[in-house]
């Protein structure tokens, strides 16, 4: 897959009060964005477990979205607060783990918000795309083996320096 | 006929065979009720002797250690091969443990430290290969993989028993229990059980006393004087790994002055350790600006090493991006 | 400390002195340092974007690429990324070349790859472009600035003049409002003056129309004049020089155009803020306008010095006499 | 695989499958997601209809069906509706689950190849997370019948009789020292001229002595807890310093006391009230109030006249804050609208030019019970004025202000035009963007307007000011205005201008809105749960909302949507129970280690601590069902049904394809 075509595939996590019915709500206005993401329902944000945006990285998908009520709006008062505090650790640990933080992103949108989650979608979509694919532990496992056999490894690069090698080849 | 044990060493330190040990006169009950046949730390033995058994001869087998070079997968595709019941004993063979960690860097950088850094004396800038041609023949060293791997990625496991290492007295009670089942006295588990453990985490068994939790301020234990010898450590803002920790272990570290670092790995049914620690680690920061939470998270320098130091290679995510590229 | 670099514009050295003599004093009071901007060179004015777009926003680029490279030099990127000038004109272009080198990536390409010529680079929207006026009343703030009168313009009746290029059109929304806005009211009451409510604050002042059209600019002061007249200013009070210039030098035009008698001076405000910190006239450059401000500056008690008078100017529109008109008798005449 | 799942595909019209290969998903998800048990999938017009139903009905008996995943619409338009086919055929409603393939899928994108995949994508989610969904019964609470209704302007005192009427209770809260709102400031009400106060006073009474209406005046919420059915709610009743028990409304303290204080409120700043007061003549309760930052008793220790005369002894200085705790099944948000302070259009130069005026100071000036006893007069109490200007849109349909129309400023505008001239005799002009007259009998009335001989200029007026140009200009308000009709520039000098200030939400509006659990839009009016089909609802079950709270709306509207609110209470009063989704927490004792990180998390105290246990608890009562605490158990001994981490991994899984059958 070449970069050009690259279309990134995003798992978007909403809050059933603002940002699924901000989904919606564009849905009814027509809004055209960005076709990439998928978005799960969950009753807030709050209820978002590092697992799932973990779960959606290691299961292919090349970004995730989170998005909730904005802050001081949350249906259930100030859980939203939560799932910012997560996220914010969260990033951490996906940067110590080589995944640029920009591809899990927090959106606030509310349920009268349509333009801005389309608006945010696509950006977001373009954001990814110029990252280019995260496949996830795509190249694991026994096809390292083979490039073993091959010489073709960084087991070997420094090996014609040796010249202790060499005399005992001789 | 007495009932097969076998034992094996992967990629660890061999805590887990000290463990055993560990287990003081037990380990008689071991030799009365079973024949040992293969057990390399303790008695000589053969990888063809092995070869040569009977496909499911073997009752039990302890694997302790996990899987870093092709010799480790091979045993482990051999030993599951001869053995009814394969268990993986202690942490670096379930979750991957501390040599796990090595998945934080491509295998190359890891091969560059471990022969080219400043105490290491390499003049000749020598580097082992794989194989190798000698008068006597080929020599064959084993390939180290990319990433390491907990057991359960190469084969199937019937049985985990975590910790690092897993502790004497929980040991002895599975070694009570197979025997008390080849005798008929018992029934065994359901498979991909965890054994060995409580069925709560660290929390449950520790005695310091704990409240609604809010923290201002993560800090090492060594920054905090004194550290409050009766109240939950993570109170008092030590990120300590208990709350997300499999029980099993009687709170070792806390009721010795130190908190949970986690090598009892998840709870049972947990997909992922590592999240549950960072929702637990948030859920206690009292703060809601952006800034604020970010400084105080900065509390905890090495995020990684926090909540993965056990089961990095065991996690959703297994290993950095790098380590898979190289 | 509150550091700036300073873009002080062709005026300041001549036809606006006393903008920059009091300003100069009004420093160290408020404890604010501006450095100009090392060889700067002119925006531009009204007139030369409606000539040729592109050289006119290099022109105008190269102050603020210049301004870029002092600051980076003298405090590292760090440092304060914010170019003052106290006249409007060149407050407005240097702001609209950032504004649509950003807007238009096209002309921003076009004017660095002019730049660049004279190897120099402007990367729009890294630096903030303000008013004078701006930072007084928003950094350096009217309550330190209410600290330092020593001696309040009470009394003192005066019309708030901003002129139409500096509120508008506001690329960063840094003015209370675009039609009324009233951060110099503020800064004058400060100052203890009564300030009158000029609806005119930001009618134009004619600009260079005096040049061009002058019947149309004298009418556009004439407005200015009798607005402040008619509410009973003894002043009106700038921060164009532009404007400043239009009311002083070209009253005496206008009256005579309309037939009219007013008198109104105008001073800058920074002039006011000097008298008010309790320095004297001449140190401000007050007694070098046109139309004097001496009576007006008498009411509050502060006493202008006698400068010569200015000479009456000569009316423009009258020239020297031409040679009279030959009548064929006498053309003949002089051939022979 | 033990799970039997029917996937059916909805062509919506041509809503879906104009843009979806509708056909196309049905047939992947029967052969792509078969491994996951998805015995049956079929394509159909209408899902919805009843046709639709009865198909999955039918499939759900003949083939054992034991999970539904409908591809259709939001599942907020039409999950009910499934879940009540399933429940007809036997099985539990919660197996079903909806795949919105249209507000998400067809609506949104374009292209018919990247739109069908996607959808085939959010069906192999559906589908895999409805193989994890169990079987959960409703939760049933019991509605008590009482509500509370907060505003008493005329949509909240319509709301409020409409329910008593019916029987139930109703605490009717209002801030104000009286009931009647914006609209007993009101002179005359467009189209008809009705007085204002003749058709509106008489309902305020009825209100007032309702045996089944406890009015609260005086009086604000300050917390909400609880649920559909079940609110708590707390409310501040405001010392009035009168003792309402005593007190017979005659009015002699209002007399006799010696302060007089410009009314902000009710004489929008044009008139005086006294320190003690009621509002108006006809105020319901008429019991007065004490302005304590204003009575000179409670200033300097002395006067005490309001008790000496007072022949019943009610003035009770010692009176103070009260808090009343009240048990209400349901809530109407009447909080109506504040007006747009027009100082903030320096160009129109309110509060600089001193005759320029606002629509509310109009209103009282023309009111013969304001302050000129109805006299049109200029700020300085005499001057007739000749000729008038009167702004529309000040402060609407402006990017610097309110993007939105304020809907009534031009019939005010025209009613305004029409007052003046009928008074006063003096030429109107009346400037205007658009001439907005929808509704019953409005056009004819601006057709009247246009004939009596007001001027209409189209145009924004770009300023209103006192310099004069020319000797025509001198000591008028000159209006600046470009005629867009004729394309000319106009100086207009009027001696009087009006500027119809457009509506507003209340400055505290989404403070309100969070204590009661819902939203504003980015405007600052109260969200509606659909804006065509569902008005007055909102997003949080049990509370509604009417009248200018919603948005800008006139006198008909708002008594509309009074009448509205109060027949969606009445249904859930009658039902006398109310299920509730049942989305809820819970605790495995076993497996929780009492480490407490979850105490702090919950904001309806659902979450407790048994010490002797050293375990955690939720109160399935009190649970909303957010799951916070479900994601932030360290032990993963927190569940929570209906959105388990099966289910939701499931859906992950499913939603990136994941282990498909991929040809």
Known sequence: MTHNTFEPTIIGFTCNWCSYRAADLAGTARMKYAPNVRLIRMMCSGRLDPTFVLRALSEGADGVMITGCHPGECHYIEQNYKALRRYLLLKRVLKGMGIEPERVKLVWASAAEGAKFAAETTAFVEEIRKLGPLSWGKDEGGGMKDEIKNGDSSLTIHAERSSFEKEVAA | ?326 | MNKYLLYPGCSMDSSARAYLESLNTILEPLDLQLDEIEDWNCCGATEYLGINLIPAYSLIARNLALATKQMDSVNGTGGTRTVITPCSACYLNLAKADHYMQERPALGAKVNEALSAGGLEYKPGTLDVRHLLDILVYDIGLDAIKRKVTRPLNGLKVVPYMGCMLPRPDYKHRWSDHEHPTELDDLLRALGADVIDYPLTTECCGGHMTQIGPETAFELIRRLIAGAHERGAYLMAAVCPMCQLNIDAYQLETNRFFHTHYHMPILFFTQLMGLAFGREPAELGIGAELVSARNALAHIGVEVPVTQEPATPRKKDEGLPMPRRWTRHEEKEAVK | MTERVGVYVCHCGSNIAGVVDVVDVANWAAEKLGRRGVIIARDYKFMCSSLGQELIEKDIKELGLTRIVVAACSPHLHEKTFRIAAKNAGLNPYLVELASIREQVSWVHTDKAVATAKAKAVVSGAVSRVIENQALEEIKVPINPNTLIVGGGIAGIQAALEIANAGFHVYLVEREPSIGGHMSQFDKTFPTLDCSACILTPRMVEAGTHPNITLLTWSEVTKVTGYVGNFNVTIKKKARFVNEELCTGCGICQEKCPKKVIDEVYEAGLGYRKAVYTPFAQAVPNFPVMDKENCTYFIKGTCKACEKFCPTGAIDFKQEDQLINLDVGNVILATGYDLFDARRVRNDGYGRLPNVFTSLEFERLSNAAGPTNGNIVLRDGKSTPKSVGIIHCVGSRDRNFNNYCSVICCMQGLKFAHLVHERTGATVYNFYIDMRTAYKAYDEFYQRVLEEGTLFVRGKVAEVTDAARNEREKGKLIIQVEDTLASKQRRIPVDMVILSSGLQPRRDSKDVGKLFGISCSTDGWFTEKHPKLDPVATMTEGIFIAGCAQGPKDIPSSVAQGAAASARVLDKILQKEVALEPVRASVDKATCSGCRICNGLCPFNAISFIEDDQVTEINPALCQGCGTCVAACPAGAISGTGFSNEQIIAQIDGLLMKNLEMV
């Not at chain 2, 070869?51 to 001869?57: F, K, N, V, Y």
Request: glycine share 8%.
């Open chain 2, 1 to 326: 006929m007495k009932p097969k044990f076998a034992m094996y060493w992967a990629a660890s330190c061999g805590g887990c065979e000290i463990a055993v040990l560990n287990t003081h006169e037990k380990i008689l009950d071991v030799d009365a009720n079973f024949d040992v046949v293969f057990w390399p730390v303790a008695m000589d033995a053969k990888y063809k002797d092995v070869e040569a058994m009977e496909d499911g001869s073997i009752l039990l087998t302890l694997f302790n250690g996990s899987i870093r070079n092709d010799e480790n997968e091979h045993i482990a595709k051999l030993l599951r091969q001869k053995s009814k019941i394969l268990v993986a004993f202690g942490s670096c063979a379930c979750e991957g443990c501390i040599p796990g960690l090595a998945n934080l860097s491509p295998v190359g950088d890891i091969v560059h430290t471990a022969f080219n850094t400043l105490t290491t004396d390499n003049p000749h800038q020598i580097y082992p290969r794989t194989s190798f041609d000698v008068p006597e023949g080929e020599l064959h060293i084993p390939k180290l993989e990319k990433v390491l791997r907990p057991l359960d990625h190469v084969v199937d496991v019937d049985y985990y028993m975590p910790g690092c290492p897993p502790e004497s007295h929980q040991i002895a009670a599975v070694i009570d229990l197979v025997i008390k089942v080849v005798k008929g006295e018992a029934e065994l588990p359901p498979k991909g059980a965890t054994i060995g453990v409580g069925n709560s985490t660290v929390c449950d068994e520790c005695p310091r006393a704990r409240n609604v939790k809010t923290i201002r301020e993560f800090k090492r234990i060594q920054d905090i004087a004194p550290v409050d010898p009766n109240l939950c450590l993570l109170e008092q803002g030590i990120p300590c790994n208990g709350p997300a920790t499999c029980s099993g272990c009687n709170a070792r570290c806390p009721n010795a002055g130190a908190q949970c670092i986690g090598c009892y790995g998840p709870a049972q049914g947990v997909m992922d350790y590592g999240a549950r620690l960072i929702t637990a680690f948030s859920s206690v920061i009292d703060a809601t600006e952006p800034q604020e939470i970010e400084r105080i998270l900065d509390g905890i320098p090495d995020p990684i090493g926090q909540v993965y130091r056990f089961n990095l290679a065991g996690s959703l995510l297994k290993a950095n991006r790098n380590a898979f590229k190289s």
